[in-house]
T-cell receptor, first 114, second 113 residues
Framework: DVKVTQSSRYLVKRTGEKVFLECVQD?????MFWYRQDPGLGLRLIYFSYDVKMKEKGDIPEGYSVSREKKERFSLILESASTNQTSMYLC?????????????FGPGTRLTVL | QKEVEQDPGPLSVPEGAIVSLNCTYSNSAFQYFMWYRQYSRKGPELLMYTYSSGNKEDGRFTAQVDKSSKYISLFIRDSQPSDSATYLC?????????????FGKGTRLHILP
């Protein structure tokens, strides 16, 4: 079974703090993704990575950065947290063979920025 | 027109009923179709996937794709209270690895005991 884990289930931070969200997958997947999920807006892709030290912007990268130093780990960084970044953050991974890469999700981190 | 449209619900049905969940899409290049189930405060989990048109059955669940109408469905037979969740459709043009998965916004389903 694919296992995607995220470092925290719930996190409360203050405006202006630097926030790190960690994601680890144990299935040697090449691809990793960060989404945020908000009521009425669905899943929105923030950043993704197809390989170590590689990153691509998704649909809403502003205010975020990512790091992928090891294949199994993909970190999302909020450089200076703001209240509009309060959301559910979901990490996903997929095995890249052809284009049919089904994504497997972690349990999510519910971040509140005060 | 949005790429993927999905009625947000909520959809409430009595236990034992057949549930039909649907999505429409606009991109005729989509070939790979998925359904995810998401329980409250959890991450989405893959329920079923199909490639191109046709039906796929897995236990009480049947996924159906009609590419001519750009319409996909998920049927749940003998629905149970444990099926109460949000169901997200997702799809992709599978020919290119750089194409992203496009998700619907999800339909909230309540199965009433």
């Amino acid at each position: 079974d694919v296992k995607v884990t995220q470092s925290s289930r719930y996190l409360v931070k203050r405006t202006g703090e630097k926030v790190f969200l960690e994601c680890v997958q144990d299935m040697d997947h090449e691809n990793m993704f960060w989404y945020r999920q908000d009521p009425g807006l669905g899943l929105r892709l923030i950043y993704f990575s197809y390989d170590v030290k590689m990153k691509e912007k998704g649909d809403i990268p502003e205010g975020y950065s990512v790091s992928r130093e090891k294949k199994e780990r993909f970190s999302l960084i909020l450089e200076s947290a703001s209240t509009n970044q309060t959301s559910m953050y979901l990490c996903a991974s997929s095995l890249s063979t052809s284009g049919t890469d089904t994504q497997y999700f972690g349990p999510g981190t519910r971040l509140t920025v005060l | 027109q949005k790429e993927v449209e999905q009625d947000p619900g909520p959809l409430s049905v009595p236990e034992g009923a057949i549930v039909s969940l649907n999505c429409t899409y606009s991109n005729s290049a989509f070939q790979y179709f998925m359904w995810y189930r998401q329980y409250s405060r959890k991450g989405p989990e893959l329920l079923m996937y199909t490639y191109s048109s046709g039906n796929k059955e897995d236990g009480r669940f049947t996924a159906q794709v009609d590419k001519s109408s750009k319409y996909i469905s998920l049927f749940i037979r003998d629905s149970q209270p444990s099926d109460s969740a949000t169901y997200l459709c997702a799809m992709k043009d599978s020919r290119n690895r750089d194409d992203k998965i496009i998700f619907g916004k999800g339909t909230r389903l309540h199965i009433l005991p």
